[in-house]
């Protein structure tokens, strides 16, 4: 009996061991507080933000906006909100019926809402609706610095920079000096509120050289800006509402739009207009701390601190981290774990700020306009879906509000074009109206994402509220999904053509049946029968039929799928080899079905790994490429992505996924890694692997917690 006992021990004790070894508890507060980005030098691309998914503030390395212009080519001073909105006059009146062409793919007119070549009222009327309404520049909250010769200081003035964002609180501390003199500053916003809170500390406040400097702009209506236009000051209006000892309200009016702003301190401070929309705010203590809200209504008499905003956002932020998802690679010792943690963190952190609002995001978030400030819904799901895959599913369904008040305009672009249910648009803002474009209006791998969206939320919470709340939408998306979708009797099959497909380099009128299209139809319908079984309801005979006769991936003779049915060139022409590798995401963003042969597949990746035109892509066909491999059993290629040496796969000091001159902010590349990862270790329905993404090699003891597998 005692040598059984004996024997039986130590395997008991290895038992306990393993056991406890995949239980191990991260230790969140160490994990975040590491990856704190720290910023020694005034440098445009390393501006950090504040904010609360609704709001956001971007400031440069004094701790607030006191150098926009030079920062505006690179990563903007931004305060924006999902509120702040404005539209040019349109004295022509301009209609958006205008912008309409028809185009015939499937035996019928289809009006869609373009942008024309040609001069003329079409054009304009295209070109008005594009540009607006386009998103708003708040205002600059900045530090008048004033040197001994009483001129301002300039970026090469500020010295011995120590700046840190306190991922942890949601607190930036900003040092440096002035003439000699100490500055210290703190930077938070309110979790709650379109609010920040900021205390400055220095000498220079008792010498009259430091105030406090509110600057308005009225929009650019460009592309990609920071939307400030500050040459035009009769275009628009910023009074002084009321005031008294310790507070003051700004009215802003900018043709039909305003918003006001309300400033609050404590202690003496005098108030004083520079110039037209610059006003500046003269403390007279060497501590001085404020607030600043902005509202698209008058503010309501209530009243908080600089110190209670600092401390709304160490409790918000505290829990942010403490609850959801967490990945440990501390004891990693590829030297390339570092790099993917701090990468990782940042994403959670920026996605918070940026994408968790109550509209989908723009591709540059709260920080500056890209598509003049508009969102793209076929970037939802890189924006959002994360947030249910590291449970914080409440931050994916403050946005999944929105498509119930964009549903009568979905539904009348679905009836316009002679097609069922909701049809959703791809470049829209707040009113669901969608924004002419030669390339958008003809994409349509928006339209699953919300179903796939949906089910996410359903797998982290199975409940009748759930099916309630989204079961409408998701039955209006799957009828437009099934009328769009073309049969043709002599072979049986249907087939998806008329439309761009998520590789945008091909063209409506000749694509037929896009893999990753081809794929994301098969799982949306099959969810969308599985939710009306849910809701007690019969599945559609004619959804089966659809899913059942959906064609397959068309390939070549050397067992490569091809980038639609017709693209025979796909691996002699550059234009298919470029932009994104939509084809992976066939199977990585979507489980493997009867559509696809996994060793065609997996040919189709290699090559795609050896031979793409890897210059011309975004940051979110990493991340794609990466859960491609991962479900292909290929974490080494998993990694290699997620990593790979790319100008497009770039990672600032901030966090932000650098692209070009142009998007120096690309907040899909964030999401998708944070989605990616997620997968590669929490795993997939049917997966039995931990972490299944990430090589076998001794090199990657990744410790995860709080991850739901994707589908």
């Known amino acids: 009996m005692r040598k059984c006992f004996l024997f039986i021990l130590p395997a008991f004790l290895l038992f306990i061991a393993c056991k406890t070894d995949k239980v191990q508890k991260i230790d969140r507060n160490a994990l975040v507080e590491r990856n704190n980005p720290h910023v020694k030098e005034i440098e445009e691309l390393s501006s950090l933000s504040v904010g609360n998914g609704n709001f956001a503030y971007t400031v440069d390395a004094t701790g ?40 015939n793919f499937r035996g019928w007119e289809e009006p869609y809402a373009v942008q024309f070549n040609e001069p003329g009222r079409p054009k304009e009327a295209a070109d008005y609706y594009r540009i607006n309404p386009h998103r708003l520049h708040l205002g600059n909250i900045g530090l008048e610095l004033i040197k001994e010769d009483g001129s301002l200081a300039k970026t090469e003035d500020i010295k011995s920079i120590d700046q840190t964002l306190k991922l942890w609180d ?145 409790e918000y932020w505290q829990a942010f981290w403490q609850n959801g998802g967490a990945v440990d ?60 895959l590291w449970k914080r599913t409440d931050l994916l369904e403050r946005s999944m509000d929105w498509y119930a008040k964009a549903y009568p ?29 030669k390339v958008g209006s003809f994409l349509t791998w928006q339209q699953p994402h919300f179903i796939y969206m949906a089910e996410l939320i359903y797998r982290n919470n199975p409940s009748d509220e759930v099916i309630k709340k989204y079961g409408f939408l998701v039955e209006e998306t799957a009828e437009f999904m099934a009328s769009f979708a073309t049969y043709e009797e002599l072979e049986g099959r249907y087939v998806l053509k008329g439309l761009i497909p998520a590789q945008e380099t091909l063209r409506a009128s000749e694509t037929i049946n896009p893999p990753f299209e081809l794929s994301y139809w098969h799982y949306a319908m ?92 975004w940051g979110w066909d990493y991340p794609m490429t990466a859960m491609n491999a991962a479900r292909m059993g290929e ?24 692209q070009d001159a142009r998007l120096r902010v690309y907040l899909p590349g964030n999401g998708g890694l944070l989605t990616a990862i997620a997968m590669m270790c929490a795993g997939w329905d049917g997966n039995e692997t931990n972490t299944p993404g990430f090589p076998k090699d001794g090199k990657w003891n990744v410790i995860w917690e709080d991850l739901a597998p994707m589908p």
């Open 64 to 103: 607030m906006q006191t150098f926009p212009e030079a920062y505006a080519a690179g990563v903007p001073l931004g305060t924006q909100s999902q509120w702040g909105w404005h539209s040019f006059p349109n004295p022509e009146k301009y209609r958006t019926e205008e912008t309409l062409k028809n185009y």
């Open 170 to 314: 949601g607190v930036i501390d900003s040092k440096f000096t002035v003439n000699g003199d100490s500055v210290a500053v703190k930077t938070a916003s309110h979790p709650q509120k379109d609010q920040v809170g900021i205390a400055v500390s220095s000498p220079l406040i008792a010498k009259g050289k430091l105030g406090i400097n509110f600057r308005f702009s009225y929009p650019t209506g460009k592309h990609t800006d920071d939307a400030c236009d500050r040459t035009v000051p009769e275009k628009h209006k910023t009074i002084i509402e009321s005031q008294d000892d310790n507070s003051l309200v700004f009215k802003r009016t900018l043709d039909t739009t305003i918003y006001y702003v309300t400033i609050r301190w404590t202690g003496k401070a005098t108030i004083a207009e520079k110039e037209a929309h610059y006003f500046v705010l003269t403390p007279a203590d060497d501590k001085f701390s404020f607030t600043c809200e902005f509202t698209d209504k008058n503010p309501a008499g209530s009243s908080n601190s600089a110190e209670d905003t600092f401390t709304k956002s160490s």
């Open 329 to 388: 690679f501390s004891q990693c010792t590829d030297e390339r774990a570092k790099e993917l943690e701090r990468r990782i963190v940042l994403s959670q952190y920026l996605m918070a700020i940026q994408s968790a609002g109550m509209y989908p995001p723009q591709e540059t978030g709260l920080t500056y306009n890209s598509w003049f400030g508009k969102y793209h819904l076929e970037m939802h799901w890189w924006h959002a879906s994360h947030f249910a």
């Open 409 to 437: 305009v979905a539904k009348s672009i679905a009836e316009r074009q002679k097609f069922k249910g909701a049809r959703w648009m791809k470049m829209t803002d707040p009113s669901g109206m969608e924004a002419p474009s």
């Open 526 to 617: 099959s969810v969308a029968q599985q939710w009306r079984e849910r809701e007690g309801k019969q599945r559609k005979p004619q959804w089966d039929e659809l899913i059942d006769k959906l064609s397959p991936l068309a390939y070549n003779s050397d067992g490569l799928y091809l980038a639609a049915e017709d693209a025979v060139d796909t691996y002699k022409d550059i234009r298919y080899t470029s932009d994104h590798m939509a084809v992976l995401g066939s199977v990585g963003i979507l489980p493997m079905n009867k559509l696809i042969r996994e060793d065609y597949m997996k040919n189709t990746l290699h090559w795609i790994w050896d031979n793409w035109n890897w210059g011309k892509t």
């Open 635 to 658: 974490p080494e290629k998993a990694v290699g992505a997620l990593l790979m040496d790319k100008r497009t796969n770039t990672y600032l000091v901030n966090g932000h996924n650098y």
